[in-house]
């Protein structure tokens, strides 16, 4: 055996059965990680020392082969992992001599697998978004094999705990991301491990109770309505930064995610007999449906494009009324408009737009929470407790102006 393979042989404890046997072990040790098995043999303590039955007779001769059978049948299973080139642990050669030598499924082929079916799923259960997240963070899991634990790859039955402490420690140190990002990549590996328990080719995910703490949550960047009202009322040469601030107005008196914006077609208005009217469009991102009121400021930048003047612009992509750009282009006029403004430029992203709908409405007073989840198309109230309700301290402050606890007479 390699010299970071250790065999020895030894007994747990000095508890007999009722003829005094105890039963010798078998310790396997590869790079300081162990492993157990059980050998079938058992003799008596004063017949075992230094990892060796001392053969005084026949019957402790051939315990002693035994054993031996048990080092050479490891060795062996040693050697043809070496000559495969394939990855050895204690556990790997554990489960080959329990077992049987047989090909085990690493977690690049379980997630070649799992990715290209959900790649079959794309536009039905999810969005090319979603499945370019789990593309990358299924790249970022074998770059750290490779990088990180030095291997070719990995099996699954492998991938425990001490594999996700030192991926985090490898996603925090050698690649910068925040804890975050590292919870959603290990919402991902665990996902990878869930669908090889349930096609049989794992017994147990070992990572399904693994969490770590979370990061200390970020302020939740919004508009006022002061800021908003000085987007409003800017002039603005270039008609592309007319089109992208209509655009974010739009998202901030809606609440649409960009993805929704570009999809958003006046089809998806619905006017009731009293007149009042309705967006009623699915979330890409969740497929629930958002029920919203049209309000007239966003009534107001729909009628303004009717006409379709404004498709002179070939970087426009819709197809619907509204002119909307690429993600990527609309962030880089925002940050255009931020300059004028004279606004932070971190507050103008397509997605700053979707929080401040939510933070306006719930802080107005008019709203409840139950109905801003409903206008927003979240799955569950819970989700935007958790994000968005974050009373404003104005909004405290004229509310508690006039409280008092006891009246004084």
């Known amino acids: 055996m390699r010299d970071f393979v ?10 007999a059965n009722k003829l005094g046997l105890v039963p010798i072990y078998c310790r396997l040790t590869v790079r300081g990680k162990r492993a157990e098995i ?18 005084l007779n026949e019957m402790l001769i051939n315990q002693q082969k035994q054993l031996d059978l048990v080092k050479l049948k490891l060795n062996r299973i040693e050697t043809d992992l070496r000559l495969k ?16 030598f047989k090909s085990k499924v690493t977690f690049a082929e379980i997630a070649e697998e799992y990715l290209d079916k959900k790649a079959k799923m794309i536009e039905l259960d999810y969005s090319i978004k979603n499945y370019n997240r ?31 402490e030192d991926f985090y420690l490898y996603c925090r140190t050698q690649k910068n ?52 009202r000085i987007i409003r009322d800017a002039k603005f040469d270039a008609m592309r930064l007319n089109n992208v601030r209509d655009c974010f107005l739009f998202q901030c008196f809606t609440g649409l995610a960009y993805v929704d914006l570009a999809k958003f077609s006046v089809q998806n208005i619905q006017t009731e007999a009293s007149g009042f009217k309705w ?21 107001q ?3 303004k494009y009717m006409d379709l003047t404004h498709r002179t612009d070939d970087k426009i992509l819709n197809s619907g009324v509204l002119p909307v750009y690429s993600n990527q282009k609309m962030n880089e006029y925002l940050k255009e408009i931020g300059v004028i403004c004279n606004l932070p430029l971190d507050l103008l992203t397509t997605h700053t737009a979707r929080k401040t709908f939510a933070m306006i409405t719930l802080n107005s007073g008019k709203t409840c929470l139950d109905s801003v989840s409903k206008m927003l198309g979240h799955t569950k109230v819970s989700m935007t407790q958790q994000h968005y309700a974050f009373v404003d301290t104005k909004k405290i402050a004229t509310e508690m102006q006039d409280f008092i606890f006891i009246n004084q007479q």
């Open 38 to 55: 059980s050998t079938g043999v058992y003799v008596l303590p004063a017949h075992f020392s230094h990892g060796a039955i001392t053969p």
């Open 177 to 228: 991301h925040s804890a975050n990002y590292f919870k959603r990549t290990l919402g991902v590996l665990k996902s990878i491990i869930d669908y090889a328990v349930i096609n049989d080719y794992a017994d147990k995910n070992y990572l399904s109770n693994y969490t770590i703490k979370s990061s200390k949550q970020a302020p939740l960047k919004h508009l006022s309505i002061e800021q908003i």
């Open 134 to 164: 789990y593309k990358r963070a299924v790249e970022l899991i074998n770059e750290f094999i490779v990088t990180g634990r030095k291997q070719k790859d990995y099996a699954i039955y492998e991938i425990k705990q001490a594999f996700a």
């Open 279 to 299: 967006i009623i469009i699915n979330r890409t991102k969740t497929n629930t449906k958002s029920t919203i009121p049209l309000l007239k400021e966003a009534e």
């Open 301 to 303: 930048i729909i009628n």
């Open 6 to 15: 250790k065999v020895i042989f030894w007994y747990k404890n000095k508890k």
């Open 85 to 100: 080139d394939e990855y050895i642990s204690s556990d790997r050669l554990k489960d080959y001599y329990v077992n049987g």
